[in-house]
């Protein structure tokens, strides 16, 4: 009965409680991690729960109760409000951004990982040099970016299309670095000249077997541009002028632009807006979180 209890006492021993004393931190470095975690989390809540409560209220009942706390319940009569000023597009609205983010997502994450790929699994002339590029794009502002692309697209035709907000947002040079990190650490060189030898070609070897290693890749890449695409103002405000093919984030800011608002009603069209992105990211928690340690600990 005993060697029993040993063993289930041994079983609740945490990670933790197996690190030797003398590398364990101190006492108050713990508090001070916990009260810098409760703090970080209520800067991050706080303005959703204020929206929340935002979305039920009057404009008056806006101006005259707590934010953290309910005035007259006015949820059903701000959506018929919302409804009413985008003329029954709201909702058009967000299934024009989740076209655009879900297109931007699925060929934005494909050339980020074609282009990581190549730079790092294959040697060409000038390859230092185009990584350098790539590099310098990531400090380039996306605002100075805007108007060459709409001189571009503009003589291109594509002007006020899905295509102007999709093209430019399918290119993510963060993404190719990720995807040249990914693929250093995670796709064997060894694997690859295995299967030149075999007699496949390097079509099939990039599809069926570094794709597959680089899944958790694909899911952070996906993640970025998806997020950066719903996001994204400045870019469809330059490109669409017809509301049928606007994203939800430029029909809102005309709502706020060309009306006398009830603030309530458009604090119900941000959170409504925002529900598709709170749902992706629920989902693919799991494999975000696994490809970002990824490649963390060498073998």
């Known amino acids: 009965m005993s060697v029993f209890r040993k063993e289930r006492s041994a079983h609740r021993m945490s990670e933790y409680d197996l690190v030797p004393k003398s590398l364990r931190a101190p006492r108050w470095v713990k508090v001070l991690l916990v009260a810098v975690l409760v703090v970080s989390l209520a800067y991050f809540v706080l303005p959703l729960v204020w929206i929340l409560f935002a979305s039920t209220k009057s404009n ?29 597009m709201f909702w058009r609205w967000v299934l024009n951004s989740l076209i655009y983010s879900l297109t931007a997502g699925v060929l934005g994450t494909l050339v980020s990982l074609a282009a990581g790929y190549g730079l790092a699994k294959f040697r060409f002339r000038g390859k230092g040099l185009t990584l350098a590029l790539i590099m310098s794009g990531l400090l380039m502002p996306v605002a100075i970016l805007t108007i060459p692309l ?6 291109m035709g594509l002007t006020n299309t899905m295509w102007a907000i999709v093209i430019p947002s399918c290119v993510s040079p963060f993404g190719v ?24 070609s390097e079509l099939r070897i990039f599809f069926t077997i570094a794709l597959r290693l680089l899944a958790p890749a694909m899911v952070t890449i996906f993640l970025f541009t998806f997020v950066a ?52 990211f629920l989902s693919l928690q799991r494999f975000w979180q696994s490809g970002l340690s990824a490649g963390a600990v060498k073998e």
């Open 60 to 88: 008056s009942d806006l101006a005259s109760t707590p934010g953290f706390w309910f005035g007259t319940f006015n949820l059903v009569s701000n959506y018929t409000i919302l409804m009413g000023w985008t003329q029954q």
């Open 177 to 200: 670095f990720l995807g040249k990190v990914y693929a250093e650490t995670s796709v064997p060189t060894e694997l690859l000249e295995a299967a030149r030898i075999d007699g496949a």
């Open 229 to 280: 695409t719903w996001n994204n103002f400045l870019l469809p405000l330059m490109m669409v002028s017809s509301p049928e093919i606007k994203p939800v984030t430029l029909g809102l800011y005309g709502m706020m632009s060309y009306f006398a608002p009830q603030k309530g009603a458009v604090m119900l069209g941000a959170i409504l807006g925002v529900l598709p992105l709170v749902a992706l």
């Open 150 to 155: 709409y001189v571009v697209f503009h003589s």
